[in-house]
């Protein structure tokens, strides 16, 4: 079973969480991937397979 981690509930809302929620309303973007280099950028946890919440839109971790 894979983890849902969200950008609001990492501890903190880092910049590139904030360009990302930007960017995934301005566009409508509902769910998509995400790298695990920008995934942790966002939270070093992240790993593949995991599901990231931000601004609303479902993004899984990929390698």
């Known amino acids: 079973m894979t983890d849902t981690l969200s950008a609001t509930y990492a501890g903190r809302t880092t910049s590139i969480a904030k360009r990302l929620a930007d960017t ?3 566009r409508g973007i509902r ?3 995400l ?3 920008i995934a942790r950028r966002v939270d070093p946890k992240a790993k593949v397979g995991d599901r990231m919440t931000i ?3 479902e993004f ?3 390698p």
Request: aromatic share 0%; net charge positive.
């Open 24 to 26: 995934v309303r301005e």
């Open 31 to 33: 769910r998509g991937l």
């Open 35 to 37: 790298s695990v280099g």
């Open 55 to 57: 601004a609303g839109a």
């Open 60 to 62: 899984v971790v990929s």
